[in-house]
């Protein structure tokens, strides 16, 4: 219904800004990208930005980071939904609960945990020290070794409530006779998980994984908060690499470069993930 | 409902445990905003404060920069709210209403948005609002807000739209309505809850929203609050207790709009998702 025009005129304030704020800057770092601070072209910047090692480094970082908070993201969150989706008294109040992590500023999630995790005066290695589970308090955010795993868990903590929701409202989508009919065939607890419940929500655990994959590739606000990349360039991601380059270094044509670097491997991540969505798709019909 | 008693006991045991982990850092934010210094900086740590004292309260509420900043985050994400809404509003129709050439292409690139890393488009739009003199405005940071929250509130609302009957709007059409006048009398009522959640996820966003003010807002006038979280804590003797307070006034706001909005905004949130 309606003329051609009209349907357009409704869409264009809303495409006139996101072409200002999307289409425009993305054509700008390419061009950036491939040029000095002239404006002659040059692809030194790429040479520039990819010769250190710490690039490599920080795009290792990112995909152990994004990759390790993932499979905890999911595995937690869809734990959490299946217990939400539950029936028992108190249900809708742990339903509120749980959204608090998800709730909570990154910043200020960034700030409390890393109070909690201060190695004197933090919580933690109080609560570990004084059970016994470790002999000796850990300086768990400067140690080389633990920082990492430390940032991931609390990045798991911020955002497993949020697959718990969604995976909750399509664990709510199912309808009840699938169940009556596994109980008829003797299905137990567990079968029933296995053959019912994970079989039908799997479409809402892919569409959270790939918005949970931009969001990781995204991610800067915690571990800048937190380490600003340290000890040792041991949790520099790219987005912070990148953010450091221009706003510290002030290279922005280095910047740039590794932006497109960045933003096609990227890309290539989600079309993967997109087409290996849509084979799974055909092969369960 | 009747369950076996392990069954029973699994239940209550997960409940708790899940209880625990994702309220244990609010309530030792709480407790630590409450602790003065000696107290937070005691070996080993006081579960519950022995002299509960408003002190850091007191001290980010009067002794700081937090007030001004909060400030800022409200005109900011009030701003850039009712922007995107406006503009997801008119989107949204003529996405969910009208069949127009290059349709399939705006709603990709709107798509493309969603899906786009900011870390890439960081310091093009520095330069870009460098260029238009809207480094350290309200207007900056109220546009560039709008790459956040803009495209997944015209994917949430478009949904919301179709799902109402075209029925309603061709009687209207039949009346004499005007589009826009069908839009603001009948669609627009009728779909109240997408629009609330609409608001609260984009005003959620903006007031968390960390990495572009750190960029774009280098001047106290318009630092969000954010920042001036970030601010608190970094310097080379952080003071614990007032960081802590100052979390608590920065969250305690948005989580209450939250809880309250909770069930439109995630339903709003997975009708967009699942039902694209």
């Known amino acids: ?285 | 409902m009747n369950r076996s008693v392990p069954a029973t006991i699994i239940i209550a045991v997960a409940s708790i445990v899940l209880v625990l982990v994702c309220l244990f850092p609010f309530a030792w934010m709480a407790l630590s905003s409450i602790k003065a210094l000696p107290e937070l900086y005691t070996v080993p740590p006081h579960w519950l404060p022995d002299a509960p004292t408003i002190a850091n309260y007191v001290k980010v509420i009067f002794n700081s920069n937090i007030p001004r900043y909060f400030m800022n985050s409200v005109i900011i994400s009030v701003g850039s709210t009712l922007l995107a809404l406006i503009l997801a509003i008119f989107a949204s129709y003529g996405f969910a209403r009208f069949d127009f050439r290059g349709k399939p292409f705006f709603q990709t690139f709107v798509l493309v948005g969603q899906l786009l890393p900011t870390a890439a488009i960081i310091v093009p739009l520095f330069i870009t609002l460098r260029y238009l003199h809207l480094v350290n405005t309200y207007w900056g940071l109220i546009l560039v807000y709008m790459i956040i929250t803009l495209p997944l509130s015209v994917w949430m609302l478009t949904s919301y739209f179709k799902a109402i009957p075209i029925e309603l709007e061709e009687a209207a059409i039949v009346d004499g309505a005007s589009r826009l006048g069908i839009l603001f009398r009948i669609t627009l009522p009728l779909s109240t809850p997408g629009l609330v959640a609409v608001l609260v996820y984009a005003f959620v966003t903006t007031w968390n929203e960390f990495i572009f003010a750190l960029c774009f807002a280098t001047d106290s006038s318009v630092k969000t609050l954010p920042i001036g979280l970030a601010e608190f804590s970094t310097e080379f003797n952080t003071d614990w207790g007032g960081v802590m307070a100052a979390s608590m006034v920065m969250t305690v706001p948005i989580a209450l709009l939250f809880l309250f909005f909770q069930n439109l905004f995630v339903g709003g949130l997975t009708a967009g998702a699942t039902k694209g």
């Open chain 1, 1 to 285: 219904m309606g003329r051609q025009s009209t349907g357009l005129l409704f869409i264009l304030p809303a495409m006139i800004v996101l072409a200002m704020l999307i289409a425009y800057p993305v054509f700008y770092t390419g061009y950036l990208s491939a040029t000095d601070a002239k404006g002659a072209l040059t692809i030194k910047n790429y040479a520039n930005v990819l010769r250190p090692a710490v690039t490599t480094q920080a795009f290792i970082n990112l995909i152990y980071f994004v990759g390790g908070s993932i499979v905890f993201q999911v595995v937690l969150g869809t734990a959490a939904a299946i217990l939400l989706n539950l029936e028992f008294t108190g249900r809708s109040l742990l339903r509120s609960i749980t959204l608090i992590p998800w709730v909570v500023p990154g910043i200020v999630a960034a700030t409390t945990w890393a109070w909690m995790f201060h190695t004197e005066f933090g919580i933690i290695n109080y609560m570990l020290t004084g059970s016994g589970v470790i002999p000796a308090p850990i300086s768990w955010l400067t140690n080389r070794d633990t920082v990492m795993p430390v940032l991931i868990a609390i990045n798991v903590w911020k955002l497993f409530p949020f697959v718990a929701i969604m995976v909750l409202a399509g664990l709510q989508a199912i309808p009840a006779d699938l169940y009556e009919a596994a109980k008829l065939d003797g299905a137990n607890f567990w079968q029933e998980v296995r053959f019912v419940t994970l079989p039908q929500v799997w479409p809402v655990i892919t569409a959270v994984t790939l918005l949970l994959v931009i969001w990781g590739l995204n991610s800067i606000t915690i571990i800048y908060a937190i380490t600003g990349g340290g000890p040792a360039n041991r949790t520099l991601i790219t987005p912070i690499q990148i953010f450091k380059l221009a706003f510290e270094s002030f290279q922005f044509n280095q910047a740039a470069a590794l932006s497109v670097i960045f933003f096609v491997v990227a890309a290539i991540i989600v079309a993967i993930y997109l087409k290996m969505q849509a084979m799974s798709a055909r092969e369960a019909r």
